[in-house]
């Protein structure tokens, strides 16, 4: 198994469209990339601790390869905002890859570079890619969030769009 880490906004949209993927084994929402220990999530809303949400995610390779991963994270979320998914404002929601080792750097940095060069957003892409450090696992109640709770108004209004656009898109690397 093999790890990826990822920042595009808030966690319960990203852990929701991971976790359907023939491949991932696990995704857990938490906090990575700040400058205190075992964060809450109040304390990272605040955007005081330089923590981003991100989701942790154990993946087999021989079955859905870091890049395909990447592909998805970059699809499913604006790459283009810095420090802001939608409604959402502030570092904590910014678009980063923390990459856990020099190969999965250099293919972040490539498509980045590729995605940019080829037009696909009309704006550029501010993606941070840095290395993985720690990974706090957010609160109990973040974790599988969106299918513990789809009757929620944010469910409802943005995480559930999201998903139901990105099953379409991605249906054939969908679990059964």
Same mark, same amino acid.
């Given at each position: 198994?093999?790890?990826?880490?990822?920042?595009?906004?808030?966690?319960?949209?990203? =852990?929701?469209?991971?976790?359907?993927?023939?491949?991932?084994?696990?995704? %857990?929402?938490?906090?990575?990339?700040?400058?205190?220990?075992?964060?809450?999530?109040?304390?990272?809303?605040?955007?005081?601790?330089g923590h981003a949400e991100v989701?942790? %995610? +154990?993946?087999?390779?021989?079955?859905?390869?870091? +890049? =395909?991963?990447?592909? %998805?994270?970059?699809?499913?979320? &604006?790459?283009?905002?810095?420090?802001?998914?939608?409604?959402? *404002?502030?570092?904590?929601?910014?678009? /980063?890859?923390?990459?856990?080792? +020099?190969?999965? *750097? +250099?293919?972040?940095?490539?498509?980045?570079? &590729?995605?940019?060069?080829?037009? $696909?957003?009309?704006?550029? %892409?501010?993606?941070?890619?840095?290395?993985?450090?720690?990974?706090? $696992?957010?609160? &109990?109640?973040h974790q599988n969030y969106f299918?513990?709770?789809?009757?929620? $108004?944010?469910?409802? $209004? /943005?995480?559930?769009?999201?998903?139901? *656009?990105?099953?379409k898109v991605f249906a054939d690397?969908? *679990?059964?």
């Amino acid at each position: 198994m093999e790890y990826a880490t990822f920042g595009s906004g808030c966690f319960w949209c990203t =852990e929701a469209i991971f976790n359907q993927l023939k491949g991932v084994s696990k995704v %857990i929402s938490g906090y990575s990339g700040g400058k205190i220990s075992n964060p809450t999530y109040r304390e990272v809303c605040s955007g005081l601790t330089g923590h981003a949400e991100v989701v942790h %995610i +154990e993946f087999d390779p021989a079955v859905i390869s870091y +890049e =395909e991963l990447l592909s %998805i994270f970059w699809r499913t979320h &604006d790459p283009t905002t810095l420090n802001r998914q939608g409604a959402d *404002k502030g570092t904590q929601y910014r678009s /980063v890859v923390f990459y856990h080792s +020099e190969e999965q *750097k +250099e293919l972040a940095e490539k498509i980045k570079v &590729d995605l940019d060069a080829s037009g $696909a957003f009309d704006n550029p %892409i501010v993606t941070e890619i840095t290395a993985f450090d720690k990974f706090y $696992a957010a609160e &109990d109640y973040h974790q599988n969030y969106f299918e513990n709770n789809p009757e929620q $108004a944010y469910c409802q $209004a /943005v995480v559930r769009p999201k998903v139901e *656009k990105f099953e379409k898109v991605f249906a054939d690397r969908l *679990k059964a």
